[in-house]
């Protein structure tokens, strides 16, 4: 990562993997909070004899947590100076979509329940972040 990078996701199956992204994932893995998240679906854009017309519109389904709590998604920082102090940019992971947003999309943000999972994604435990850990965050149904 670094200055202006122009990712704002990068899936948690192959992070720790890509050189963007590998340092950030092993040192700098953050959470943010949102009350909601927003997925979308590409529709197709028809003319009046039903001709696709090349064009597609977003259709977009905002996403909240069943009891109203917030979202706790995991990400990955980096921080850096541009002479107005210390700035950080936040990089989004995310994960297979679970069986509710498969319905949209096929990817979801890597959603964090409890101490537990926060723990483990800040790497207060030293068990390792693996693919089938990161499966069963996305398992959950928001």
Not at 39 to 58: A, I, L
Not at 92 to 97: D, E
Request: hydrophobic content about 35%; glycine content about 10%.
């Amino acid at each position: 990562m670094g200055v202006g990078h122009q990712s704002t996701c990068t899936r948690g199956e192959t992070v720790h993997q890509l050189r963007t992204f590998a340092d950030a994932f092993h040192a700098r893995r953050g959470i943010t909070f949102a009350k909601t998240f927003n997925e979308g679906r590409e529709v197709p854009q028809t003319n009046e004899d039903g001709e696709r017309t090349g064009k597609s519109w977003t259709q977009q389904w905002t996403i909240r947590h069943k009891e109203g709590r917030p979202a706790i998604i995991g990400v990955i920082y980096d921080q850096f100076d541009v002479g107005r102090g210390p700035e950080c940019e936040l990089v989004q992971v995310t994960v297979p979509a679970n069986r509710l947003i498969s319905a949209i999309t096929d990817r979801m943000p890597l959603l964090l329940e409890g101490d537990d999972d926060i723990a483990l994604w800040l790497g207060e435990w030293r068990a390792p972040i693996t693919t089938r850990r990161l499966d069963k965050f996305a398992a959950r149904v928001v």
